[in-house]
């Protein structure tokens, strides 16, 4: 079945270093949707960014996420972290009308 | 962005007890979710619906049971309580996006403590 794979269930970075959390993923689908979401402590989950087409990178609140089928992966990056993105991040693929949930990556930036 | 709501926001139970969990949705969605979220485990499925009247099983619906008796209202019913199910419960909602493709949005949960 359709799964997502977060490597990383902890990453800890000091403040205005570049962040990247790996997601990879398996699919029957030919045309993956990918999301990222992020939840702040004691917050519900929030849709961060999404992208369906391959090779096209996607941005928003300075983070940014590039859909490669080739690998089956959906990396989060950013160039400079802040000590407002310390969150609990969640890779997620649609699937039949679900969403199929990465394990989460906590991220949590230093000064 | 979908408006999710859920109710009660916190809630503490007995052992044994009966527990409600309510959520609203306003945008007319078609499919909505349980969720429950326990550190170490992540987002985990519980029931889903597809529509009033329809409730299907998740990952982990055991001592669990749902109801869906209009488009707006998805209940998450707890027979008999135990202490394992303290957890955070997400509500979610979900349907086609702008993109063409199937989004989720969520409530703001509720923070069950069964004693």
């Known amino acids: 079945g359709d799964s997502v794979t977060q490597t990383e269930g902890l990453v800890t970075l000091t403040e205005g270093l570049p962040v990247m959390l790996n997601c990879t993923y398996q699919?029957?689908?030919?045309?993956?949707?990918l999301f990222w979401y992020v939840q702040h402590l004691n917050e519900s989950p929030r849709l961060l960014l999404k992208?369906?087409?391959d090779n096209k990178r996607t941005e928003h609140q300075g983070f940014h996420a590039t859909l490669h089928k080739s690998s089956s992966s959906f990396h989060l990056q950013k160039s400079s972290a802040q000590l407002s993105d310390s969150a609990l991040y969640y890779c997620?693929?649609?699937?039949?009308?679900?969403?199929?949930w990465g394990s989460g990556t906590k991220l949590i930036i230093k000064p | 962005e979908a408006a999710v709501t859920q109710s009660p926001r916190n809630k503490v139970a007995v052992t044994g007890g009966k527990v409600t969990l309510s959520c609203n949705q306003t945008?007319?969605?078609?499919?909505m979710y349980w969720y429950r979220q326990d550190t170490g485990h992540g987002l985990r499925l519980i029931h889903y619906?597809?529509?009033?009247?329809?409730?299907e099983k998740g990952d982990i619906p055991d001592g669990y049971k749902a109801s869906r008796p209009s488009q707006e209202n998805f209940s998450l019913i707890l027979e008999l309580a135990t202490p394992s199910q303290t957890s955070v419960y997400f509500c979610?909602?979900?349907?086609?996006?702008?993109?063409?493709?199937?989004?989720?949005?969520f409530g703001p949960g509720t923070r069950l403590t069964v004693l």
């Open positions: 997620a693929l649609s699937s039949n009308y679900q969403l199929i």
């Open positions: 699919t029957i689908y030919s045309n993956p949707f």
């Open positions: 992208s369906f087409t």
């Open positions: 945008n007319n969605h078609n499919n």
């Open positions: 619906s597809y529509g009033a009247g329809s409730t």
């Open positions: 979610a909602s979900g349907d086609v996006g702008l993109g063409g493709r199937y989004e989720q949005y």
